[in-house]
């Protein structure tokens, strides 16, 4: 008897080819999936944004000199480069870059600087003579906007 069962066992044979080929599929499926999703979540795949550094500003306001000082107070340092700055009074905007002929650049000793880099305890004086806004006005609502250009995100928002 113990005969008949071995060649019974090995002579039922038929849906075997069929298993393996259907775990054989899934296999390549999910390693179809898993390769494709390593590649869509790496680090390699994936755009890095830019950096937006993180920064303490103080800003102020002397309404008839027409000047607008700002003071970093602690965070990252930016390039000067990278930093343009927004002013808007009632409505009207008059923007400003480090390189323009109205902002001077002073170091933390309070002398003008030819450094490239806004850091603690450094300031930047924006004379507002001469352009398209009028700070003097002492009812003007005046928007402050300090713009990292690089990543063209807005680091800082207040109201002179």
């Known amino acids: 008897m113990e005969g008949k069962k071995y060649r019974e066992l090995f002579q039922d044979c038929k849906a075997v080819s069929e298993t393996i080929g259907q775990v054989l599929m899934v296999a390549v499926v999910v390693l179809a999936f898993s390769s494709i999703a390593v590649t869509v979540f790496s680090d390699g795949g994936a755009v890095k944004p830019p950096h937006i550094p993180c920064t303490d500003l103080q800003q102020s306001i002397d309404r008839s000199g027409e000047t607008v000082q700002i003071f970093h107070s602690g965070g990252e340092a930016i390039d000067l480069e990278d930093i343009k700055i927004i002013l808007s009074v009632n409505g009207t905007q008059a923007e400003f870059n480090m390189s323009d002929s109205g902002v001077t650049f002073y170091d ?12 603690l305890g450094d300031s930047i004086l924006i004379n ?11 009812n003007a609502i005046i928007d402050f906007y300090f713009v990292h250009t690089e990543s063209n995100q807005v680091i800082k928002k207040g109201i002179l």
């Open 108 to 119: 933390a000793k309070g002398e003008t600087s030819s450094d490239d880099v806004f850091m």
């Open 128 to 138: 507002t003579r001469g352009s398209e806004i009028n700070i003097m006005d002492e």
